[in-house]
């Protein structure tokens, strides 16, 4: 075992300690909006796996006549990387949403598939006629499931596989976006190189899980949203990105579970939400999930009677963008609630997640 190892192995366990500390001064009952604290067993077994994942996107593929499967690269491990498309018209405006840069965030994926069904249905007709459509689900496939280069015998949840954040070789995908594409591990390069340069895009949403004692006014958050925050970026694309948030926003609040706060986040360019936006004049919207699908530390990881709820609050998120978007009414979106948006706080001291 190497020193650099060594170290972060003796890390890792005091936040094993703290994650311990948390769990037993968690509250007992759900307090506040959304899906409760500790709900239910942290259980991965009903998650997709990768293989079913492709299972299911070659059959959305055979039945929907809009929908076109790409391979845009293949993972450390080799597992093909997929992005389904709908494009109708070159000259549509295009939204891509992207999931899973983390590998330990599934939800944002089950949601991500469950849209993707619905185009297929009568659910969304017409709306596609004037809206392109790009879903990168599960970019980092081999984090999802487990088949890294590393150890991940700490992590919680029960279940034939564990979930990581990092990509097989222990790298944060989301800090890769400020690189030179040939620099870049080659899930973030697939991204880079295959879509981002490839395709004309004018908005983006990237979709996380953060963990789960973050809240606003007193009340735990369904999630967090922000908008580009880098210098580098355009005024015209941050207010996309305002007016994308302002969608987002209007549609998951009135739901009753869902509850909104500002994510505070970095003005870092090899963050997506930054980078992306500042090299590519993409408007890009981060949009952090309440809970996560697996983790070493306990106050991340989210039960599994929560699921419903947040991958809901994915479908409303894409439902939402994409009708806005093919009916123009985007551009006539409020973006004033950002100025009065609290940024959230953990109860706990948790890091946050991005
Ligand atoms: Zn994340």
């Known amino acids: 075992m190497s020193l650099k190892k060594k170290v972060l192995s003796v890390s890792l366990s005091s936040l094993m ?47 929907q006549s809009a929908m076109e499967l790409e391979i845009i690269g293949q993972t450390v491990k080799g597992r093909d990387i997929y992005m389904a498309k709908y494009l109708s018209n070159p000259n549509n405006p295009t939204i891509l949403f992207l999931t899973q840069q983390h590998g330990n965030e599934q939800l944002t994926t089950e ?3 469950e849209f993707i069904k619905h185009l297929g249905t009568g659910k969304t007709k017409g709306v596609l006629d004037n809206v392109n459509v790009l879903i990168i689900p599960m970019l980092n496939a081999d984090g999802a499931m487990g088949d890294v280069n590393f150890s991940l015998d700490n992590y919680l949840a029960d279940g034939d ?12 995908l989301n800090r890769e976006h ?26 983006m949403i990237d979709l996380h899980h953060q963990g789960t004692l973050s809240e606003t006014e007193g009340e735990l958050v369904s999630g967090s949203i922000l908008y580009p925050t880098t210098k580098n970026v355009k005024p015209e694309v941050l207010e996309g990105s305002k007016k994308l948030g302002s969608v987002v926003f209007n549609a998951i609040e009135p739901t009753g579970w ?20 500042a090299y590519y004049d993409i408007s890009t919207l981060l ?12 106050s ?29 009414s985007i551009k ?14 953990s109860r706990q001291g948790e890091e946050s997640d991005e």
């Not at 596989?161 to 944060?172: C, E, F, G, I, M």
């Open 17 to 63: 300690a703290l994650g311990a500390v948390s769990a037993v001064s968690m509250p007992v009952h759900a307090v506040g909006n959304g899906p409760s604290a500790g709900n239910g067993a942290i259980q991965t077994s009903i998650l997709h796996t990768y293989d079913s994942l492709v299972d299911y996107l070659k059959t959305q593929e055979a039945k």
């Open 258 to 277: 869902g509850h909104l706060g500002k994510y505070a986040g970095e003005s870092t360019n090899n963050i997506g939400r930054n980078g992306i936006a």
């Open 300 to 328: 991340y990881a989210i039960g599994q009677k929560s699921n419903g709820y947040l991958i809901k609050q994915t479908i409303t998120t894409l439902d939402s963008t994409v009708r806005a978007i093919a009916d123009g």
């Open 178 to 203: 400020d690189k030179a594409t040939n620099k870049m591990e080659p899930e973030a390069r697939a991204l880079h190189e295959n879509v981002l340069k490839k395709y004309k895009i004018d908005y």
């Open 111 to 113: 949601g991500a598939l």
């Open 332 to 345: 006539k979106a409020d973006t004033s609630f950002w100025d009065t948006l609290p940024t959230q706080k």
């Open 287 to 298: 949009f952090e999930m309440r809970g996560m699908s697996d983790h070493y530390i306990k």
């Open 161 to 172: 596989r564990h979930l990581t954040r990092y990509n097989a070789n222990y790298v944060d």
